[in-house]
């Protein structure tokens, strides 16, 4: 795992102008690869799910698929009192003829009267599957915008699904353009304020945004094995800043200490090489725990944990490969010239690479009191993640979309002039052909049950397929699906009135679908997927700890600690979203319930990103230890050695995350809020308080089963009196080695095992 990063530094430090043309060649060629064969967007098939999903498949069969529908509203104007009947007739009539004579559409229906006479309606339904509806809208919106042109004195608007879906991808697309202008500046301020050097802030920036391009394009390669639902760039976007700038700044930070401990001994291109043996190594395994932990969302059996998962795998490894292949090309070619300056103040004061004045401060009671500090700490993240207890998970609605889009606003005034069109069951049967008119009759009883149920309203429309194999019933629920009455009368009419009619005839296939049945059937579909995807989760995140440090104690501590953190986060999150307290500090207004792909979301990508705190720290404590510094002492030297990078890091992560907070689609600012709490949490609370103290009481049985660490410490006792040396300031300058303690490729400083000497051509394994 070492000699990899290794190799690769080497060369790309050697060959500086080769490897950065490389890299950005690379780039080049991955989008425009990505441009050119283009995307593979996810159809409605890929969608369905559950009973629902069986019942589209048979409208499917028969040709009844749900269309592109838009409806036209026509109400008085603003202050002008009453609608005049006459004037929205002859509006209806203007809609109807511009409507019918676009390509776009597939038919328009009569105008409907509201029951109060407020309003007037025409449906008009448009060509081509439900899903590509938003593609083709604009053309009628304008005749829309022209018919409310030519009637000053009336409103004359247009909403459904496709208008909806593009006023949501606008708001979206602006949301993620202010996410940019707030992140990217306070990244950069803040890699200013950690190298002091523009030029090395702007290279973590420019990796993590030339990631970001390279996996957008490889994401479009991708989806045509696995179909992008339209979430893959948000996730790359969210996943590649973090992450990219992470991981340049875990090999920047090493590269500057082993810079100052070397003291200009050592060229650039050897320095670098360190860098690579270390942090490097701490990358690659990070990169790995995030991808494979995203890959378990492949197990949901959902085309949207599936772009998820193959948006934040791509970004992952992307950004892993730029850090070990062009970063040690830009360290070479800027390293010197951007710290000549940072080197001279150096000189007059020995640098800080130790913990800082904080950490130290809170590292000291976490040294004297070790069971004390575990136990406060895990009881506090476990009263953090009481909330769970209470979750509660729906599928966020139509209903749930930001008011900001007008057509949203549409859709409030067109649902109370018709209540009815809220919602909606549709009953699917098929049967054979000759059995039709059976069916017919068995859904006519079942129309006529629904209209004694008060929770159902409207008009039902019974249809069937020309070859008679498919019958369709749709019958209206006048309430928003997330209310009582229009879950319950699901459950009714799936489990009394459909068994009692149509489901009664033998041979006969009856399923129930709509908006309601939609809204039901995901949160249940992923909650039998979650005892899978949580154990895999737990079986990988385990074996990469043990893989990655030879230790299955650490493996069991690992998979702990991302529990408590990821459970924190989470009660957090229902605490703060499921209740209305926090409405107006971020700006969303509650829906009593947290989305149902939003945890499952969370919990899988909070295991990857707690993996990277978890790898980097824990390398640094296991190096120590190879190189036969007491347990004791390698923990806390460990954990303060790296306070200073993985602040940073968190730092960068939580103010990506927290403008993703910013975002009006109520699922992203969950997803957003979480995220940059799970970080807070680990960086602050797993990192300097829980890891420590636990490992601190554990003492040598971290390192079980693997006996390397005590065999290097032999090594090391053996060596000291015969090969320490020391510098001009009468320090011990140690080399470093690759030992076969616990791993045939484990860095450590020793004088055992084979040395990695430094020489011209930087170091080599001798």
């Known amino acids: 795992m070492t000699k990899l990063p290794v190799r690769m530094a080497r060369w790309s430090a050697g060959h500086p102008w080769r490897a950065i043309v490389?890299?950005?060649?690379?780039?080049?060629?991955?989008?425009?690869?990505?441009?050119?064969?283009?995307?593979?967007?996810?159809?409605?098939?890929?969608?369905?799910?559950?009973?629902?999903?069986?019942?589209?498949?048979?409208?499917?069969?028969?040709?009844?698929?749900?269309?592109?529908?838009?409806?036209?509203?026509?109400?008085?104007?603003?202050?002008?009192?009453?609608?005049?009947?006459?004037?929205?007739?002859?509006?209806?009539?203007?809609?109807?003829?511009?409507?019918?004579?676009?390509?776009?559409?597939?038919?328009?229906?009569?105008?409907?009267?509201?029951?109060?006479?407020?309003?007037?309606?025409?449906?008009?339904?448009?060509?081509?599957?439900?899903?590509?509806?938003?593609?083709?809208?604009?053309?009628?919106?304008?005749?829309?915008?022209?018919?409310?042109?030519?009637?000053?004195?009336?409103?004359?608007?247009?909403?459904?699904?496709?208008?909806?879906?593009?006023?949501?991808?606008?708001?979206?697309?602006?949301?993620?353009?202010?996410?940019?202008?707030?992140?990217?500046?306070?990244?950069?301020?803040?890699?200013?304020?950690?190298?002091?050097?523009?030029?090395?802030?702007?290279?973590?920036?420019?990796?993590?945004?030339?990631?970001?391009?390279?996996?957008?394009?490889?994401?479009?390669?991708?989806?045509?094995?696995?179909?992008?639902?339209?979430?893959?760039?948000?996730?790359?976007?969210?996943?590649?800043?973090?992450?990219?700038?992470?991981?340049?700044?875990?090999?920047?930070?090493?590269?500057?200490?082993?810079?100052?401990r070397a003291g200009g001994r050592l060229t650039p291109q050897a320095v670098v090489e360190l860098a690579a043996a270390t942090s490097g190594r701490a990358v690659v395994l990070s990169g790995l725990a995030v991808a494979v932990s995203s890959a378990t969302l492949y197990l949901a059996d959902d085309v949207i944990f599936s772009s998820i998962a193959t948006g934040a795998i791509v970004v992952t490894l992307v950004a892993v490969v730029s850090s070990l292949t062009v970063l040690p090309a830009l360290l070479s070619v800027l390293g010197a010239r951007a710290e000549r300056r940072a080197e001279r103040r150096a000189a007059r004061k020995a640098p800080a690479s130790g913990a800082g004045r904080f950490t130290r401060a809170v590292l000291r009671p976490v040294s004297r009191y070790p069971a004390v500090t575990l136990i406060a700490s895990v009881v506090a993240l476990l009263a953090l993640a009481a909330p769970l207890l209470g979750l509660k998970l729906t599928d966020m609605g139509r209903e749930t979309h930001s008011r900001a889009i007008g057509a949203m606003q549409t859709y409030d005034r067109l649902n109370a002039a018709f209540p009815e069109l809220k919602a909606m069951h549709q009953v699917l049967v098929r049967a054979d052909a000759g059995r039709a008119g059976e069916v017919t009759g068995a859904l006519r009883e079942l129309a006529d049950i629904a209209k004694g149920d008060p929770r159902l309203g409207g008009t039902a429309v019974l249809r069937t397929s020309p070859d008679g194999r498919i019958s369709l019933l749709e019958l209206s629920v006048p309430h928003y699906v997330s209310t009582d009455a229009a879950q319950s009368s699901l459950r009714d009419l799936r489990e009394t009135y459909v068994p009692a009619t149509v489901g009664a005839l033998p041979g006969v296939e009856a399923a129930v679908t709509g908006d309601v049945a939609r809204y039901a059937d995901y949160p249940e579909h992923q909650k039998r997927k979650l005892p899978l995807i949580i154990g895999a989760l737990l079986l990988v995140t385990f074996a990469m700890t043990v893989w990655a440090f030879r230790s299955v104690v650490l493996g069991l501590v690992g998979v702990v600690l991302n529990l408590l953190s990821a459970g924190a986060s989470l009660g957090i999150l229902v605490m703060v979203f499921q209740g209305s307290w926090a409405e107006g500090l971020l700006v969303f207004e509650s829906t009593g319930s947290i989305g149902s792909r939003v945890p499952l979301f969370l919990f899988v990508i909070l295991f990857g990103l707690s993996m990277d705190y978890q790898v980097f720290v824990i390398s640094r404590i296991r190096e120590a230890a190879l190189n036969g510094v007491p347990t004791r002492r390698a923990v806390l030297d460990g954990v303060g050695s790296s306070a200073g990078v993985v602040t940073s890091a968190a730092v960068v992560m939580v103010t990506v995350f927290a403008s993703f907070a910013a975002l009006h689609l109520i699922e992203m600012k969950q997803i957003g809020f979480s995220l940059a709490v799970a970080v807070l949490l680990d960086a602050f609370v797993i990192r300097i308080l829980v890891l420590p103290s636990l490992m601190l009481l554990l003492g040598e049985a971290n390192w079980w089963p693997s006996r390397g660490v005590g065999r290097a410490r032999r090594h090391a006792a053996e060596a000291r009196p015969a090969d320490a040396r020391r510098d001009s300031e009468g320090g011990p300058v140690e080399a470093l080695t690759y030992s076969d303690a616990g791993s045939a490729d484990s860095p450590t400083r020793s004088g055992a095992g084979a040395p990695l000497e430094v020489g011209p051509a930087g170091p080599s394994v001798g």
Request: hydrophobic share 50%.
């Open 22 to 260: 490389g890299w950005f060649l690379f780039v080049a060629l991955c989008l425009g690869a990505g441009i050119s064969v283009g995307g593979n967007p996810a159809t409605s098939e890929d969608f369905r799910i559950g009973e629902a999903g069986r019942a589209e498949a048979f409208a499917a069969e028969g040709g009844m698929q749900q269309r592109p529908l838009e409806r036209v509203l026509i109400s008085a104007a603003p202050g002008a009192g009453r609608l005049d009947p006459g004037a929205a007739d002859a509006a209806a009539r203007d809609i109807g003829a511009r409507m019918r004579k676009l390509p776009e559409v597939l038919s328009v229906a009569p105008a409907v009267r509201a029951a109060d006479g407020t309003a007037v309606r025409i449906d008009v339904t448009m060509k081509g599957a439900e899903l590509d509806g938003k593609k083709h809208v604009d053309p009628l919106l304008a005749q829309t915008a022209e018919v409310q042109a030519a009637h000053p004195g009336l409103r004359v608007e247009e909403v459904g699904s496709p208008s909806i879906g593009k006023g949501v991808e606008k708001l979206r697309g602006d949301d993620l353009a202010r996410t940019e202008m707030i992140a990217l500046p306070v990244t950069l301020i803040t890699l200013l304020f950690v190298f002091r050097s523009l030029s090395m802030a702007l290279v973590p920036l420019l990796l993590a945004l030339s990631s970001i391009a390279g996996a957008v394009g490889l994401s479009m390669l991708a989806s045509h094995a696995f179909p992008d639902a339209g979430v893959g760039t948000n996730v790359i976007l969210l996943i590649g800043l973090a992450v990219g700038v992470d991981y340049t700044l875990f090999y920047l930070k090493r590269e500057r200490e082993e810079r100052a």
